[in-house]
């Protein structure tokens, strides 16, 4: 029975934003099956209805929103019920050369990847829409804590995303709240054939043969997403989870034998 484990969300109602596509819409789909009722949002009013149609059970809701909209964001926390959890999903990639930054390219990549999940936190908590005891989870990024060329942007977003979850931790404890970051590295998404198109193929075997366990899928990080959100994880909070498919040990082993 689903019930006699700590691993379910029964009775739990989560908030998923980017949920229209990927990994978001991923988290979704496992938190409804592991018993849980999800409110998502996300700036596509159609594929938010695709991931709405693939949810299990009863009781859950949709809500369209650019969230680098201040208006929509407030629209959406006083919309959502009491929560017992989030989920910020919603971001971008979009490498970019650092000789080439300005500072649209800082504003889009940081209004997205970082001040988004904190403005729609700070409207959530000040609204009073976060029960004691919730569980907030941010999809950050392996590119947080190891950068790539490139990725200055991206890389940065993410850093100040995995900070801010620290401070978010320390500062909602006394009610029991937790704040826990997921840093994936290569997940299969829409993105990562974007990336690795064309004449690129050759090149995305061998940075699949440097995940040890190969690249990831989308459930794999769901699956460490309903963990942070069940009674399961109750004891863990200002965590960065690195979530690489072994890409780490990988990086060790060759140097060690080289």
């Not at 991923?26 to 700036?43: F, L, N, P």
């Not at 201040?70 to 910020?88: F, I, Q, R, S, T």
């Not at 690249?215 to 965590?239: H, I, K, Y």
Request: charged share 20%; net charge neutral; proline share 3%.
């Amino acid at each position: 029975m689903i019930d006699k484990t700590p691993f379910h969300l029964l009775g739990k109602t989560i908030l998923v934003t980017g949920a229209s596509a990927g990994i978001g819409a991923q988290c979704a789909i496992s938190i409804a099956e592991m018993g849980g009722k999800v409110v998502i949002t996300g700036r596509s009013e159609e594929r938010l209805k695709d991931t709405f149609n693939k949810l299990e059970g009863e009781g859950h809701d949709s809500f369209t929103c650019d969230l680098t909209d201040d208006n929509k964001v407030k629209e959406l926390a006083a919309y959502v019920p009491l929560l017992d959890g989030a989920v910020h999903c919603a971001g971008i990639v979009s490498p970019f050369p650092i000789k080439y930054i300005n500072r649209k390219k800082v504003n889009e990549t940081f209004d997205i990847n970082f001040t988004s999940a904190v403005l729609l936190m700070s409207a959530l908590l000040s609204g009073k829409k976060v029960k004691p005891q919730a569980s907030i989870v941010f999809i950050s990024s392996f590119a947080g804590t190891y950068p790539y060329r490139g990725g200055a942007m991206y890389a940065a977003s993410k850093a100040a995303l995995e900070n801010y979850s620290v401070v978010l931790a320390s500062e909602y404890a006394s009610i029991g709240l937790r704040a826990n970051c997921i840093s994936p590295a290569l997940i299969k998404t829409g993105i990562l054939e974007e990336a690795f198109g064309g004449d690129r193929a050759e090149y995305k075997k061998i940075v699949e043969a440097r995940h040890l366990l190969g690249f990831g899928e989308t459930v794999d990080v769901a699956n460490m997403v309903v963990f942070l959100l069940s009674p399961a994880s109750r004891w863990l909070t200002g965590q960065n989870i690195i979530l690489d498919g072994g890409y780490l040990l990988g990086l060790v082993s060759k140097i060690t034998n080289e």
